[in-house]
């Protein structure tokens, strides 16, 4: 078989997966070098979530203004939006609420929307910051025992178990088993 | 408990059953959830409290579920690396989570059908993962696998988000959906790099057999969704579903390539795979995987007709390391394993009269 834009023969049979339907391409090594690269530089790479999070600082923040995000911390979980960026992970739910200007470009850049439209959860309807509370109680709590407030880190204790026990979900306690 | 894992070693992986017409080129498919809890901090900032605290409402849970109670649980933390390495094989859990520290398990359904992650990089990731092309209805046990935890645990869940995960890629409906393919013919043509790129224009991933960051070994690859949020899981299991039967297609018109244009080419590489197989006396998991590739794709074409497929299916997950130390009963430096893994070869792919027809 010959290549389909020189003399030479076909070595390399390309099957393009992208349109609407298969298209085959029979090309010499040469042709189908320049072909690959043509096709490579009209489609981006997807995007990385460092890429995205480089690019992103790219946009027009001033050094200032950045060192100033860097430094708010969720009030939850005590992140900084500086740790978020470095390592790329989350501390706690509400850093979704807290850090929503910042993480939004973020998400509809990775995902091309922002709204959840598949499966949802049982109580989807209970507020999260209500949830999330304990795990600031948690974190106080722990911070009180470090400064040998005892008092204080008991009465906090005192206050995540009545919000746990309030919480508890409607199910089954372990000694009784669910009916199949 | 290792008296179990030990049980798991002497079979096959389910996944690995061959089953379905397109079991030469279809492995297994794959679902997996992210989920965390509402009242813990994500893994990241978790203290080691924390991490026993959302280990233990996530086991309690579990052991509501009346269906569940054979589980096998494994306290991941203390077990030992060979055996961490061995459920990282099976794919049972994930590499992150064998190498990560802290309260860490697994509940591993005995048939092995799904796994139940506690403390990987989210609270909780369930996964279930099937033989052959099977999307619809591994979506639908993994799904009810999810109901029955939401009714028992607080997920943490967003009005407008979804599924709130530690990283911001699997947000939404935290799935993750993906094909196991064993590509070898597009390999072979070098067109498998130039089938990557049009799937990531779609919008998918190409990963190698163990996952994110994984090499592609023995020509196996995952194709899986990108991103997470703003699509329905029954959108992003189509997604998957609909470009599966075209890549099926290209390896086909591949290996039909290969069989018509250098037939002697291809049936001589098999055979010379084959012999290697039969006849090393030392012998690297990498090269192993590499030759087993060549030899099954020789199966399916009829080149090599005294080999089943679901003999070479096995070998592919008992020469592995962690697989041929288990089977073979203890520790062994990489050198012994190689000779290890030579025997065991030998002793499963030499029968009468197999070396003759491998011609």
Redesign the interface.
């Known amino acids: 078989m010959k290549c389909q834009q020189c003399e030479k023969p076909a070595t ?7 349109g609407e339907s ?1 298209v085959e391409h029979h090309l010499c090594e040469t042709c189908a070098k320049t072909y ?1 690269q043509e ?2 530089s009209s ?1 981006p ?2 995007p990385t ?1 460092s890429g995205v999070l480089a690019k992103q600082l790219k946009l027009g923040q001033a050094a200032e203004e950045l060192a100033r995000l860097d430094q708010r911390a969720c009030p ?4 900084s939006f500086h740790e978020f960026r470095t ?7 509400h ?3 807290f850090f929503e200007r910042e ?1 939004m470009p ?2 509809m850049n ?15 309807e ?1 507020s ?1 910051d209500e ?2 509370d ?2 600031r109680l ?1 974190r106080e709590m ?1 911070e009180a025992k470090g400064k040998e407030d005892y008092e204080r880190a008991a009465e906090i204790r005192d206050t995540i178990r009545k919000i ?1 026990q309030k ?1 508890k ?4 306690a ?1 000694d009784s ?4 | 408990m290792t008296l179990k894992l030990d049980e798991l070693a002497a079979r096959a992986c389910g996944w690995l059953r061959e089953s379905g017409e397109v079991s030469d080129i279809v492995i297994s498919s794959r679902i997996r959830l992210a989920r965390n809890l509402a009242d813990f901090p994500f893994i990241r900032r978790c203290t080691d409290q924390d991490r026993a605290g959302v280990e233990k409402a996530c086991h309690q849970a579990i052991a509501q579920v009346e269906k569940w109670r054979d589980l096998i649980y494994v306290d991941v933390s203390t077990l030992a690396v060979l055996d961490r390495q061995f459920l990282v094989e099976r794919q049972l859990i994930s590499r992150e989570l064998a190498e990560a520290n802290g309260a860490r398990s697994v509940a591993i359904e005995p048939h092995e059908t799904f796994s139940l992650m506690m403390n990987e990089e989210d609270h909780l990731r369930l996964q279930v993962i099937q033989a052959g092309l099977n999307l619809q209805s591994a979506w639908e046990r993994i799904n009810e696998i999810d109901n029955e935890l939401d009714s028992r645990l607080n997920y943490a869940f967003h009005e407008r988000l979804g599924f709130l995960t530690a990283c911001p890629t699997n947000v939404g409906t935290g799935m993750r959906v993906s094909v196991m393919l064993h590509l070898p013919a597009l390999v072979l043509t070098q067109e498998i790099e130039k089938a990557f790129r049009s799937l990531q224009k779609i919008g998918l991933a190409v990963r190698g057999l163990y996952g994110e960051g994984s090499q592609a070994m023995g020509d196996f690859y995952q194709i899986s969704n990108q991103i997470t949020l703003g699509r329905s899981e029954e959108d992003l299991i189509k997604q998957v579903s609909d470009v599966i039967p075209r890549i099926i297609e290209y390896e086909r018109q591949a290996r039909a390539f290969l069989v018509k244009e250098s037939r002697k080419d291809l049936h001589d590489r098999v055979s010379r795979a084959y012999g290697i197989l039969c006849t090393a006396q030392t012998i690297s998991s990498e090269e192993t995987l590499h030759l087993l590739s060549s030899v099954r794709m020789g199966v399916n074409l009829g080149l090599i007709q005294d080999l089943d497929i679901s003999a070479i299916n096995r070998l592919f997950i008992h020469t592995q390391p962690a697989h041929l130390q288990k089977i073979r009963g203890g520790q062994l430096e990489t050198a012994d394993r190689n000779v290890e893994r030579a025997i065991y070869l030998r002793s499963h792919l030499r029968r009468p009269g197999a070396t003759e027809s491998a011609n």
């Open positions: 390399f049979h390309i099957t393009e997966l992208t298969p690959l096709n490579d489609s790479p997807a979530l939850v979980c005590g992140i390592k790329g992970r989350l501390g706690c739910p850093d979704y609420t993480l973020l998400i990775i995902h091309g929307e922002t709204k959840h439209v598949g499966k949802r959860a049982r109580h989807s209970v999260l949830e999330t304990v795990i948690r722990d746990e919480k979900p409607p199910a089954q372990p088993p669910d009916k199949p």
